[in-house]
């Protein structure tokens, strides 16, 4: 391996190491008291110094030996965290990035813009350099990077844990001449602690007793002490006092989301009742603030339980860490061609199995094509599951891009996530970033208002921007949710009429309103920022969207918020079908929609009302030879399909029920893209083509016919 291969592995590193950094940079801004992610931050620093001094990359490895030297004073507590801190530790980041990207020009000292920018930081921040850390100039004006002493080793440690403590003492305990402060104390030695006081049990004025312990702790430690340290700790109260240790790591496995929520725990700890959450989460305010309004559960009761929260998500970082430890690195490319590879032997499985059923009495034949497709289909699911990734990884990356730009617009805006465990094809992850962005960047713009309008509007002063996803069948949901503004429909009209979009007189429906901010070139906004205004970024998410045989759907009330909803496909490589036939046309339903199928037959039939009784419900169903207008007479014995879209069962009525098939998805041409009730193609084995229903909107377009 030459030296230019050796670099491009680091830069690989390197770009992974600046991804986690700006999502512990971000977390460390919510969260600065939590010396672990400080840790992190700095770990991150020391290794690309390390790495980048080791094949000569000397501007990186002397500009992150500087910030290196800030995040040290930090953690040695020399250093007051402050919000200048972490801007300048984010456009540091941004700054190796930068050099990152031409590595031929990053050997040298460092040029006079970079030892501007560290002087300028040191500055803000209040970073007076302990002589070790000292640069000179050079004669032509550079700067080199001073040399430091090296910190002793330090003996390794066994990995801690995180433990729920719950300290009740018994109410006799100052009379038994017990101090749990003392404990306390002797707790928060062990390790880094968080302590919440309870005072659930403190009785009226009138029938209080000073010398009653009606005070417990609630108690997270991170520690490498055992459990068996921990309740050394109490085994002199234990007899008088209710404790429970509990270690959050065997709270955890692979059901466990990713981010578990609030109303989860407080249901878990049986604080509230699932009528009550459901009540609540149907409001546009934030579940803490409203369960606390609305007295369901105390401040404390709250406290708790977003201190839980919070150590839970440290947990499952540590342990998503400990895991990728055991991964391998494999460029995308390499991927690609293996999907593609995959893709090709199911085809040719396909054509294997036909060729062989005209075969006949060959059972040698059959066997190996059988055991040809368990392999082939082992081997799909295998390649299948290498390239599904969580989106939680690009949610996390517009957290930077929501910070920056509401500090750019003057807005205090947050943004929440939800279903980041969930996976999707890295093909689909990868086109889904700049619809996103062009989404999230709209609704700061556009929806999002002022603080001073929205305590106006009786809102509170941070605006919120939820970003969620959930897989129903074959098919993902992306949601991204403000509660700005809303979409203002006579404003959307008027500019619609303006640019010739619609005539004068157009009769539009709420949908119809709501689908022109796609139109390229259109804005509402009157002057144009750096932000928005040439109405390009609507545009690029249609445009995506259609690439990737996605959908868009909008719900909006004004003055209340916004709600796009992007529906896009698992996968864009292949599923698993339902091939069906109507005449001689082939398609093929996709498996995860799939319920059941039953026979019909008409004359049995009372009357043709495209109802039937399935599992003693009424069933509507859908005839496909009219939806497509396939013209022939229908058979006497038809079959049914029955699929379940958005928790709805609906009937697809076909000719016949071919039977399962690997399907190899292809894209349609340009000619076909308006088509109702298809998203796309795939080849049969004896080389026909079939094309794959998209049943949501086959159900969408009858409806909008029948309505």
């Known amino acids: 391996m030459d030296k230019d291969q050796f ?72 250093l007051v965290f402050s919000r200048a801190l972490i801007d300048n530790t984010l456009q540091s980041r941004d700054l190796i990035l930068e050099m990152l990207g031409d590595t031929a020009s990053a050997t040298g000292s460092l040029p006079e813009k970079l030892v501007q920018f560290l002087a300028d930081f040191k500055q803000s921040v209040g970073f007076r350099p302990e002589g070790s850390v000292i640069q000179s100039k050079t004669p032509d004006g550079d700067v080199t990077a001073g040399t430091s002493v090296n910190a002793p080793p330090q003996k390794a440690k066994k990995a801690s844990e995180t433990w729920h403590i719950t300290f009740v003492p018994g109410r006799d305990s100052f009379r038994r001449g017990s101090n749990p402060l003392a404990l306390i104390n ?76 609030l109303g989860e725990i407080l249901l878990e700890k049986g ?74 032997l199911v085809t040719v499985h396909a054509r294997i199995l036909q060729t062989s059923k005209n075969v006949s009495n ?34 996390s990356s517009f957290k930077r891009l929501v910070r920056d730009l509401s500090a750019e617009l003057g807005k205090n805006v947050e943004l929440e996530t939800d279903g980041g465990e969930t996976e999707l094809d890295k093909t689909v992850i990868e086109k889904l970033n700049d619809p996103l962005i062009h989404i999230i960047r709209n609704s700061l713009d556009h929806g999002i208002e002022l603080p001073s309008v929205r305590e106006e509007r009786g809102k509170p002063k941070t605006g919120i921007i939820r970003l969620s996803a959930t897989q129903t069948g074959a098919s993902v949901y992306i949601t991204i949710e403000d509660d700005g503004n809303g979409l203002d429909r006579a404003a959307i009209v008027r ?68 709600r796009i909803t992007l529906k896009i496909p698992l996968t864009l490589a292949i ?68 699929v379940n879209i958005k928790n709805q069962q609906v009937g697809i009525l076909v000719d016949q029920v071919v039977g399962g098939n690997q399907t190899v998805i292809k894209p349609l041409g340009k000619l076909y893209k308006q088509a109702d009730g298809v998203s796309s193609g795939t080849i049969l084995g004896d080389g026909s083509v079939a094309l794959i229903l998209d049943v949501e909107q086959i159900l969408d377009a009858t409806e909008k016919e029948e309505g």
């Open 575 to 642: 599923i698993d079908g339902l091939l069906v036939r109507i005449s001689n046309e082939f398609f093929v339903i996709p498996l995860s929609v799939v319920v059941g199928c039953l026979e019909y037959i008409l004359e049995k039939q009372k009357n043709d009302n495209n109802i039937v009784i399935f599992h003693d419900h009424q069933l509507p169903f859908i005839n496909m030879r009219t939806f497509f207008g396939i013209p022939g007479e229908r058979l006497p014995i038809e079959q049914i399909v029955v």
């Open 186 to 261: 002797e707790i928060r030695n062990l390790g880094e602690t968080v302590c919440i006081p309870v005072f659930d049990r403190v009785s009226s004025l009138s029938g209080f007793d000073p010398e009653d312990c009606a005070t417990s702790w609630e108690i997270f430690l991170t520690t490498s002490a055992t459990e068996n340290d921990i309740r050394d700790l109490f085994i002199f109260v234990e007899d008088t006092s209710e404790i429970k240790i509990e270690c959050l790591a065997n709270l955890i496995d692979e059901h466990t989301p990713s981010n578990k929520k």
């Open 7 to 78: 670099i491009d592995t680091f830069k690989e590193e390197a770009l992974e190491l600046l991804g986690s950094l700006e999502s512990s940079l971000l977390e460390l801004e919510e969260q600065p008291e939590d010396k672990e992610l400080l840790s992190a931050v700095f770990r991150v620093m020391h290794t690309i110094k390390g790495s980048a001094a080791m094949f000569g990359l000397d501007k990186i490895s002397a500009f992150s030996h500087e910030v290196e030297s800030i995040l040290s004073a930090l953690r040695d507590g020399k």
């Open 495 to 562: 500019k619609a009429m303006s640019k010739g979009l619609i005539p004068p007189d157009a009769q539009l429906s709420e949908q119809e309103i709501f689908s022109l901010i796609f139109a390229p070139g259109f804005s509402t906004k009157e002057q144009v920022s750096a932000v928005s205004g040439r109405g390009v970024g609507m545009d690029v998410v249609n445009r995506q969207m259609e690439l990737i045989n996605g959908s868009i759907a909008i719900e909006s009330t004004e003055k209340q918020g916004t």
């Open 362 to 395: 060959n059972d040698e034949l059959v066997s190996i094509v059988e055991q040809f497709g368990r392999l082939t289909d082992e081997l799909r699911s295998n390649t299948m599951s290498i390239r599904m990734v969580p989106i939680g990884t690009t949610f």
């Open 271 to 344: 604080k509230i009742k699932q009528e009550s959450l459901d009540r609540i989460l149907n409001s546009q305010k934030r579940i803490g603030e409203l369960l606390v309004e609305e007295k369901l559960v105390t401040p404390t009761d709250l406290k708790v339980a977003l201190e839980e929260q919070k150590q839970f998500q440290k947990v499952q970082k540590s342990k998503n860490a400990a895991n990728d430890m055991s991964t391998i690195r494999v460029k995308s490319e390499k991927l690609d061609q293996l999907m593609s590879l995959v893709g090709e």
